[in-house]
């Protein structure tokens, strides 16, 4: 079974604040892949980023950086310099092999981000 | 607007009623997927079609919802003689598929039903 655990329900920060929401996955499967969501109030998911299993390179966009580590089963994301446009609901998510590419994605339950101004 | 587009973007029935969502997806994917999400929670997967075929349904989908797309383009889902329990937030979402291409899932806004 696949699951995907963010501990971290709410973050507070002040703009400006760089943060981290850390995303743990449990997978068998040796092909996956990982995603993060954007979950603003209107309630539409809004894709940030794919990484899959055999590419542990980190990623940079813009004020956006992706850490992925397969030894600790980790892909934490951080916003550095956050701004207030920022707050929104996080999630990160799964998929396996048996699925190739992004069938039945497996989420987590979610970081609420409030960037204070 | 060439996104996912889910009608209606609300709901309110009562329990024991039944009620049939739309979804629209981005007109060149052949991959149609639709999730349920709780409050709180992170959506969870319902079922997904490729082209017109239903091609997989999680045993959240109980025989009270059927999930159709007949011409391999827009989808509906039927929840029939709706429960309390059935109160959620339901995400349509598409992609493309071809051989080992894939892009990514665009989701729509949600239909959010609540059963009264």
């Known amino acids: 079974a696949q699951k995907v655990t963010q501990a971290q329900t709410e973050i507070s920060v002040v703009e400006k604040e760089d943060v981290t929401l850390d995303c743990v996955y449990e997978t068998r499967d040796t092909t996956y892949y990982l995603f993060w969501y954007k979950q603003p109030p209107s309630g539409e998911l809004v894709f940030l980023i794919r990484r899959n299993s055999f590419d542990e390179q980190n990623e940079i966009s813009g004020r956006y950086s992706w850490n992925f580590q397969k030894s600790t089963s980790s892909f934490n994301f951080t916003i550095t310099a956050s701004q207030v446009v920022d707050s929104a609901v996080y999630f990160c998510a799964l998929t396996g092999s048996e699925s190739f590419g992004n069938e039945k994605l497996t989420f987590g339950t979610g970081t609420r981000l409030t960037i204070i101004p | 607007d060439t996104g996912v587009s889910q009608d209606p973007r609300h709901k309110i029935t009562k329990r024991g009623q039944n009620v049939t969502f739309r979804c629209d997806p981005i007109?060149?994917?052949?991959?149609l997927y639709w999730y349920r999400q709780t409050l709180g929670q992170g959506p969870e997967f319902l079922t997904y079609?490729?082209?017109?075929?239903?091609?997989?349904k999680s045993r959240l989908l109980s025989d009270r919802f059927s999930a159709e797309r007949p011409k391999g383009s827009f989808s509906t889902l039927e929840i029939q003689r709706t429960e309390q329990g059935d109160s959620a937030m339901y995400l349509c979402?598409?992609?493309?598929?071809?051989?080992?291409?894939?892009?990514?899932?665009?989701f729509g806004q949600g239909t959010r039903l609540t059963v009264v």
């Open positions: 007109s060149e994917h052949n991959r």
């Open positions: 079609f490729q082209n017109e075929a239903q091609l997989e």
């Open positions: 979402a598409s992609s493309f598929r071809q051989g080992p291409l894939n892009t990514e899932a665009f």
